[in-house]
């Protein structure tokens, strides 16, 4: 039907004709009543055709994922947010949206956001030594790493390979505090901001010192400033009797998705600004250009470091694009800045051959798809 607007009174007559020809503008309520529901039953079929074409533009997503389910751990939640809204999802085995499971590395993210708040109300700064609010690092001589190298692994204090074993062994820690005293004597393997060496002591350094200043637990902390306000119901750090700011977090897809949409959307979240776009901005730079490296992990060879976030991804001028922190049981969530996207794939599986490759794959599956 030709649209046809009357002059006069600017409204579409063909409204008007539809209206009048469906009994929408009849006053008997049982022809009113007819008249909706059919009209419902026409939105609700274009939504889902709508749905279904979404989906149908990510089949080479869908082809990619199937055929690495097993690589993958067999059960597999992949999430795809763009333009505002959920534009992918894909469950395969088991796994749903709300399937919670440890998530590993995947929490250092988590923390880095949760200190980032605290420089964004100035009470900690990047700058800042940590012998000042742990005075157990300056009496053995490591009072003078900053807090910004340890969020960006480059505080020279010897960390080793992040495994199955170490995180088993680490229960044996009661708390936070307790975990400095071991983390101060450890050795240096560099001049701190000069060598970068991936592990777990940084992030839990950061973890510790956010406890010190605000009097309050890590937990509690992570609960209130970056859990409920970013509806991630299913999230916690709780596990074990020392908490694990660098690796200890429970998640589900649907909640890790929206902190990949407060990434994304430049620290807001349902309008609400929960982290300053500065301060984003600054977890996006890298800090290890120069920096040597000791260690870092078979997949994630040649990529460089923010705080909290890797830089898989970066612009002509040297801008991240894309950012990730994947996990050792191999969920994998990655914000990619330049195409305007945020996508996860939520797993658990141990086994890290050829980990890097099959999720460039799937990365590269989601670009094509996006063009």
């Known amino acids: 039907m030709n649209i046809r607007f009357n002059l006069k009174t600017g409204i579409r007559e063909d409204i008007i004709y539809i209206k009048k020809n469906i009994g929408i503008m009849n006053t008997n309520p049982v022809f009113r009543f007819r008249s909706l529901l059919f009209l419902g039953l026409i939105s609700f079929n274009l939504l889902l055709s709508n749905t279904v074409a979404g989906q149908d533009q990510f089949d080479r997503v869908t082809r990619v994922l199937e055929s690495k389910r097993k690589v993958l751990g067999g059960n597999v939640c992949m999430l795809i947010f763009k333009d505002n809204h959920l534009v992918f999802a894909e469950n395969l085995g088991d796994y749903t949206r709300?399937?919670?499971?440890?998530?590993?590395?995947?929490?250092?993210w988590l923390t880095a956001a949760l200190a980032a708040t605290f420089i964004d109300e100035g009470k900690i700064s990047p700058?800042?030594?940590?012998?000042?609010y742990l005075p157990v690092f300056t009496r053995y001589g490591k009072g003078n790493i900053t807090i910004g190298q340890c969020m960006s692994h480059t505080s020279g204090i010897e960390s080793g390979q992040i495994t199955l074993w170490?995180?088993?062994?680490?229960?044996?820690?009661?708390?936070?505090?307790?975990?400095?005293?071991?983390?101060?004597?450890?050795?240096?393997?560099g001049k701190p901001g000069e060598v970068f060496s991936y592990g777990n002591i940084g992030l839990n350094i950061v973890?510790?010192?956010?406890?010190?200043?605000?009097?309050?637990?890590?937990?509690?902390l992570f609960q209130e400033r970056i859990a409920k306000l970013l509806a991630m119901k299913n999230t916690t750090f709780k596990m074990g009797k020392a908490v694990n700011p660098s690796g200890g977090a429970t998640s589900t897809a649907a909640d890790y998705m929206n902190f990949l949409q407060m990434i994304l959307q430049k620290g807001t979240f349902n309008g609400k600004q929960i982290i300053s776009e500065k301060t984003i901005e600054l977890m996006q730079i890298s800090r290890t250009v120069r920096a040597k490296v000791v260690y870092t992990p078979a997949g994630a060879t040649g990529f460089e470091y923010g705080w909290g976030e890797w830089i898989l991804e970066k612009d002509e001028i040297g801008n991240s694009t894309v950012v990730s922190s994947p996990g050792l049981f191999g969920t994998y969530p990655w914000v990619d800045l330049q195409r305007n996207y945020a996508a996860i794939v939520f797993v658990k599986n141990i086994h890290v051959k050829d980990r890097q490759k099959?999720?460039?794959?799937?990365r590269d599956a989601v670009n094509l798809s996006l063009k």
């Open 98 to 108: 709300k399937t919670p499971e440890m998530i590993a590395s995947c929490s250092k």
């Open 127 to 132: 700058k800042d030594t940590i012998g000042k």
């Open 166 to 189: 170490t995180l088993i062994e680490r229960r044996k820690i009661a708390s936070l505090d307790e975990e400095m005293n071991f983390f101060a004597a450890k050795p240096m393997s």
């Open 207 to 220: 973890g510790r010192i956010l406890e010190v200043v605000s009097h309050q637990d890590f937990e509690t």
């Open 358 to 362: 099959n999720y460039q794959e799937i």
